[in-house]
């Protein structure tokens, strides 16, 4: 009988062994898997170069281009005869008559890949014509800008920076956005080119 006793103990002292390990295993693996994603991030995000001129003023330049229609990924508007991408339906709802939606991806000056943009515009007939621009830059941030739907001399139409993220959010400034026609008479099924500049200076801090 003792004999009897004595194993159903062992068992549940056995058994006890294996919760407590089993639940420090879990509390260890918590612990390791925290200190894992603080140290080692689980997104390394790409960073090429910024290709930026410094301004006498103590501003900066920076230029993008979009070649058309190759870095064109999406577009959406209304009567679009040809979708891109494939099977994309724009909505038949009347408030988006007047509305095309671009999504591209963005380019510095030495033709590399750098993020995406967004382009909106859309005709309003009570406050007039109006377009704006999202640059998302990987590991750096993104930006909203407005555009002024009229170009002034040089084909340029003018904007404003209204918002930015990460490196772009103490930063204030304009962008000039402008079309330029491919005119070569090369096989390259470019049409043309969009071309943002951005001129951007810290915010000064009021005292």
Do not use: C
């Not at 001129?53 to 281009?65: A, D, L, M, R, Y």
């Not at 103490?170 to 096989?187: K, Y």
């Amino acid at each position: 009988m003792n004999a009897r006793i004595d194993g159903i103990l062992s068992r549940i002292n056995w058994n006890s062994t294996l919760f407590k390990s089993f639940i420090a295993g879990i509390f260890i693996g918590i612990s390791l898997g925290a200190a894992a994603l603080y140290y080692v991030p689980a997104v390394d995000q790409h960073r090429e170069q910024s290709m930026i001129e410094v301004k006498p003023n103590g501003g900066n330049t920076e230029s993008f281009h979009i070649n058309v229609p190759m870095d064109r990924i999406m577009i959406g508007a209304p009567n679009q005869q040809v979708a891109l991408p494939p099977g994309l339906e724009w909505p038949s709802d009347n408030l988006l008559a007047g509305i095309r939606a671009e999504l591209f991806k963005i380019r510095n000056v030495k033709n590399i890949v750098v993020g995406v943009a967004s382009r909106i515009a859309a005709d309003d007939s009570e406050r007039g014509d109006v377009i704006e621009w999202v640059l998302h830059l990987p590991a750096r941030g993104s930006v909203y800008l407005t555009m002024q739907p009229e170009a002034v001399v040089g084909g340029y139409r003018v904007g404003e920076l209204r918002a930015g993220t990460r490196e772009f959010s103490s930063l204030q400034g304009q962008v000039t956005e402008r079309w330029i026609a491919d005119t070569t008479a090369s096989d390259n099924p470019t049409a043309g080119r969009i071309e943002l500049k951005t001129e951007f200076v810290g915010l000064v801090e009021d005292q």
